[in-house]
């Protein structure tokens, strides 16, 4: 009965900076890593941010490296991605995901409904 829902998304301009949220509800929310993923336009859903459940530890895809950080506050039971230095093949829907340990490899267990981050001029 988890629930995760995105907020934040827009559009911005190249160069400019976006925060996206995402609030989660249902179940015990500092027992999940967290993650980001995006899917753009004709391209394959990415892994594009993943953080510990304390926040302690941090993951990126190479190609967010230095311009995007992933932060969660437990008590809010909210994660978040700030996004700097936008570029336009940052434009994609842009999901939160809850992850658990199945004993082998993480599983995402509550999929946000998405928010839509466009980056143009």
């Known amino acids: 009965q988890g629930q995760l829902v995105e907020s934040g998304g827009g559009l911005v301009q190249p160069g400019g900076s976006l925060r996206v949220s995402c609030a989660a509800s249902g179940f015990t929310f500092s027992s999940y890593r967290m993650r980001w993923y995006r899917q753009a336009p004709g391209k394959e859903r990415e892994l594009v941010a993943h953080?510990?459940?304390?926040?302690?530890?941090?993951n990126y895809v190479d190609s967010v490296k230095g311009r995007f950080t992933i932060s969660r506050d437990n008590a809010k039971n909210t994660v978040y991605l700030q996004m700097n230095s936008l570029k336009p093949e940052d434009t994609a829907v842009y999901y939160c995901?809850?992850?658990?340990?199945?004993?082998?490899?993480?599983?995402?267990?509550?999929w946000g409904q998405g928010t839509q981050v466009t980056v143009s001029s």
């Open positions: 995901a809850a992850a658990f340990w199945t004993g082998s490899s993480w599983s995402n267990r509550y």
């Open positions: 953080i510990t459940t304390t926040g302690d530890r941090t």
